[in-house]
């Protein structure tokens, strides 16, 4: 008679756990690649919201000016919002942009923000209508996106 005892192998079980491992680890990198992109989105919804506000504050001025857009508490808020989103910080109002920070700059004629994005490069709104994707950060006093 034989003994037959019902059951996996060692090697067997070694084997399944191994493919599971490998699947799970695609799985993650394709789930980091798509956080990027859901982060890259936020920056740039956050950024298009900012102009409607700051055509809000321009009509609120007197003279019409777009002096206060930077320091507008739904401005600041939405900065603030798209800095996190694209794992930045805030910068000062009117200063050049870096590589980490999300930045408002205003004059009495225009203004322009400008944050990071996580998948590289930066994204700018400004008073023309632009909204648009960059490679160099934002200069000090500068009122358009470049």
Known sequence: MKNMKK???LIELLVVIAIIGIL?????ASLNTARDKAGDAAVKSNL?????QAEL???????????????DSNVVSAV???ATAGGATVGTVDAAGTAATAVCQD???????QAPLKTGGYW??????AS???????????????
Request: charged fraction near 10%; include cysteine; hydrophobic fraction near 45%.
């Open 132 to 146: 648009k994707s960059e490679s160099a950060v934002i200069s000090a006093g500068a009122g358009v996106c470049a």
């Open 124 to 129: 700018c709104v400004d008073s023309t209508g």
């Open 107 to 113: 004059s009495a004629t225009s203004w322009a923000v």
């Open 7 to 9: 059951g996996f192998t």
């Open 24 to 28: 799970s680890s695609v799985v993650l």
């Open 57 to 71: 504050v321009y009509d609120e001025a007197s003279p019409n000016s777009y002096a206060a857009v930077c320091v």
């Open 48 to 52: 298009a919201n900012i102009r409607a």
């Open 80 to 82: 603030t919002a798209a």
